[in-house]
């Protein structure tokens, strides 16, 4: 059913994919030279000179496989955690450790962003990792289809003993009337479920170049994110790609780290001269254009490409670089002092340009030079107030009364998903698998809990998701659902 339903919208809504761009894979020394062109530009020489190289940082990557083998992967430290999703017709799972490019070719480029160590089998130059000292898990979720079929369900591998079980958001709650619950395991993205299991088990990053489809699963995810202090890096789609509501999560949830890509001249990824939408929760951008990556679609071999997905792993990098740099500050104050120092500015106050250009381009140099433990200990990308600039009317400029009316983006989760009630009537409990390092406090001073609205019987979240949709689309289910035999998946960003 879930399947189905996530078919059917997709299909519905037009979601067209375009193939990962690439140039021959058979580059010169000045081709590779001038893929590294990020780099230089981003001052990361000068960096990794003083020893920031994102040691002791562990960051999430979630992708559709990952081959470990590549020579520019060579002593990185990467810890495969599974395929979190079985296929449909045979019940197993691919593996999430691969040579097969149909299995990893996307991943690999994603992982070789963070930790590549700069050279090919060929012994030329390579892709240079941003932080290459950073501990890696990597989560295999969807793999990559041609026809970008539905092709598998989210599953928790054997391997995982995380309890997995979140409450279900206000959202869902609000249009049914139900008592709270669990997330039910029809409505679970692959994605979503993996990222859950890193914040359960103390990642310090999650970063994700690929959408998925929205469900409450992800919304319940981003809302413990936040309340756990871990940072979501999420890219926008491509210019190529058709960006909507509902197939561009997790990029589109509030309090996440959306991401777009420019190229050497600080413009704006695009493709047959139309730009990349960005987001209208857009946080930064970074370099995504002309880059040298690990490997292409076709064949194992360093060739330039360009992407959004190319860029998320580089902002999570540069989370990671300022989280080493600066032990005692969390890594939402190093979000603070990176919104802060954006271009070439310097430190001030943040300012929100547009849905391409967010906050501006990172500027990794300038943060480092920033005290985070002197920022405020919260989300600055988490919308609480209807006065933020991401909440204006597109049309108008005005600003809604409320959080909640906020129309431009999504406005989940809200502050009740990330810092529940306490203590209703007696009858709320804890869930079971919270992480042991949620701390109670009041929200309004910074403090964060584990505590809220469960109750031990499981409510069905697939009647509740489907109500969300209301009448209309559940009948556009049905009737695509007969012949849709393989549905139309997730917007590959790379």
């Given amino acids: 059913m879930r399947g189905i339903l996530a078919g059917a919208l997709l299909a519905l809504l037009g979601v067209a994919v375009a193939p990962p761009a690439a140039a021959a894979p058979e580059l010169d020394q000045q081709s590779r030279e001038e893929g590294l062109w990020y780099f230089d530009r981003l001052h990361l020489d000068e960096i990794h000179e003083r020893g920031i190289t994102g040691e002791g940082v562990t960051i999430a990557v979630i992708d559709d496989g990952v081959n470990t083998a590549v020579p520019e992967l060579a002593d990185a430290n990467i810890e495969v955690k599974g395929r979190w999703c079985i296929d449909y017709d045979s019940g197993e799972a691919e593996p999430a450790e691969s040579t097969d490019l149909d299995l990893a070719q996307h991943g690999t480029s994603v992982v070789s962003m963070i930790s590549g160590n700069g050279t090919t089998g060929d012994g030329g130059l390579g892709t240079r990792g941003v932080a290459p000292d950073a501990k890696i898990w990597f989560y295999a979720a969807s793999p990559f289809a041609e026809d970008y079929a539905v092709s598998c369900a989210a599953e928790q591998p054997e391997a995982s003993t995380t309890d997995l079980r979140i409450r279900e958001p206000a959202s869902m709650l609000e249009v049914t009337g139900s008592e709270p619950g669990f997330i039910g395991e029809m409505v679970w993205e692959a994605e979503a479920m993996a990222a859950l299991d890193a914040i359960r088990n103390g990642a310090d990053i999650i970063s994700i170049s690929s959408s998925t ?51 050497r001249d600080a413009e704006i990824i695009s493709a047959d001269g139309r730009s990349s939408d960005g987001s209208f929760n857009l946080a930064v951008v970074a370099p995504g254009v002309d880059i040298l990556t690990s490997n292409s679609p076709s064949e194992w071999a360093p060739v330039i490409s360009r992407g959004n997905s190319l860029a998320t792993p580089m902002v999570a990098s540069i989370v990671a670089l300022g989280l080493q740099d600066q032990p005692e500050a969390s890594a939402h104050q190093i979000l603070q002092a990176m919104i ?147 549905n139309a998946r997730n917007a590959r960003n790379s």
């Fill in 213 to 263: 489809d929205s469900s409450p699963s992800w919304e319940a995810v981003v809302a413990e994110a936040v309340r756990e202090g871990v940072v979501i890096v999420a890219a926008t789609p491509n210019p190529e790609g058709a960006a909507d509501a509902l197939s561009d999560a997790p990029a589109r949830f509030n309090g996440v780290v959306a991401v777009n890509s420019v190229d």
């Fill in 340 to 486: 802060r120092t954006t271009g070439s500015r310097g430190f001030g106050e943040p300012e929100w340009s547009d849905r391409r250009f967010g906050y501006g381009i990172v500027n990794p140099k300038a943060m480092l030079e920033v005290d985070a433990t002197e920022l405020p200990d919260e989300n600055p990308l988490f919308v609480s107030e209807p006065d933020d600039p991401r909440c204006a009317d597109i049309v108008t400029g005005e600003s809604p009364a409320a959080v909640s009316e906020c129309t431009a983006w999504a406005n989940t989760p809200v502050p009740e998903d990330v810092w529940p009630e306490e203590g209703t009537d007696g009858e709320v409990a804890a869930a079971e698998g919270e992480t042991e390092r949620a701390e109670t406090g009041d929200p309004s001073e910074g403090g964060t809990s584990a505590d809220g609205p469960i109750v031990e019987e499981e409510t069905s979240s697939v009647t509740m998701w489907i109500a969300v949709g209301g009448g209309v689309l559940l009948l556009v289910v049905i009737v695509t659902g007969i012949v849709v035999a393989k």
